[in-house]
């Protein structure tokens, strides 16, 4: 009320129950990134059946909330149409934030993933696929890097017989971009996404990305086979097929990549960042 805003952001924690209510003459948006389907139990392999109905009693007392927002605001088209009963959705993708004045060689017989060691990430159907792929290409390796309790992956690897020398788990990296650039192919073996930024930052290096298509950021972001592949979510044989098609014409491999550099441009931070202003005008101007 002192400040007086034209604009109040919510990331839909708690103060979504109230923030409309507020006459502060300010246009009230609301901002999700995780999709429909797995917003309040992303967290979860098996939620179980208190959480589960819990979650259904929490979004059904919460779209009247949402509904009483200016714009709410999700990542893909996708999700956008997931919210059925809304009417003031509109769709704005996460913007590449990496800055880069290079892009990968594609000369490392090298596959890198990068993402939280969680459920939602799916790396125990990555290091499935990757038992497959060893066997067919073994000059290659695979290196993951993310934040999280990795320790149940490690014992996973060994009990599926991984070749450790060429597969590693590593922590979180300071330098992702470089890790990019030292790549040939990017892996999404996710359960689920609310968009991907991995993805992109892998194509915006020249790295074309092999993923699940799974709900709902890769098909969103991956034109397949122009600048990646999309395969059916969980079907590890599948993804392994996939890669060990890309690995073996690494003429497919720099078309797909220098295809990801053009069309991952849309994602930059200029061109989303005129999206938000558009919509930011659209509800303040001449109101």
């Not at 389907?37 to 007392?61: C, D, Q, Y």
């Not at 590449?96 to 004045?101: K, V």
């Not at 200029?270 to 202003?277: L, Q």
Request: aromatic share 6%; charged share 30%; proline share 4%.
């Amino acid at each position: 009320m002192r400040i007086r805003p034209d604009i109040t952001i919510s990331m839909l924690r708690r103060e979504v129950n109230f923030l409309t209510k507020i006459k502060d003459g300010s246009k009230k948006i609301g901002e999700l990134h995780i999709n429909r389907a797995h917003f309040r139990t992303e967290e979860s392999e098996n939620p179980g059946i208190i959480k589960v109905l819990f979650a259904k009693v929490w979004m059904m007392a919460l779209v009247p909330k949402l509904r009483r927002l200016d714009r709410l605001v999700v990542l893909t088209d996708n999700d956008r149409e997931a919210w059925h009963e809304l009417s003031n959705v509109v769709a704005i993708p996460n913007p590449l934030s990496l800055e880069l004045s290079a892009q990968s060689p594609l000369t490392e017989k090298r596959i890198i993933c990068v993402g939280r060691y969680c459920h939602e990430k799916g790396y125990d159907d990555l290091l499935k696929t990757w038992a497959e792929v060893q066997r067919l290409n073994p000059e290659w390796r695979l290196d993951t890097y993310g934040d999280g309790d990795k320790s149940s992956y490690e014992l996973m690897a060994d009990e599926l017989q991984i070749d450790r020398s060429r597969c590693t788990l590593h922590g979180r990296t300071s330098n992702v971009e470089h890790e990019y650039m030292n790549s040939s192919i990017a892996v999404c073996s996710s359960n689920y996404e609310g968009f991907g930024m991995a993805l992109v930052e892998a194509m915006a290096c020249g790295v074309p990305v092999v993923s699940f298509d799974c709900p709902w950021g890769p098909r969103n972001i991956i034109r397949d086979g122009e600048d990646g592949l999309l395969v059916e979510n969980g079907n590890t044989h599948k993804l392994a097929l996939a890669l060990a098609s890309l690995m073996q014409h690494p003429e497919e491999i720099s078309r797909l990549g220098q295809n990801a550099i053009v069309n991952v441009r849309r994602f930059e931070i200029d061109e989303v960042a005129v999206r938000w202003k558009r919509l930011f005008e659209e509800l303040t101007i001449d109101n």
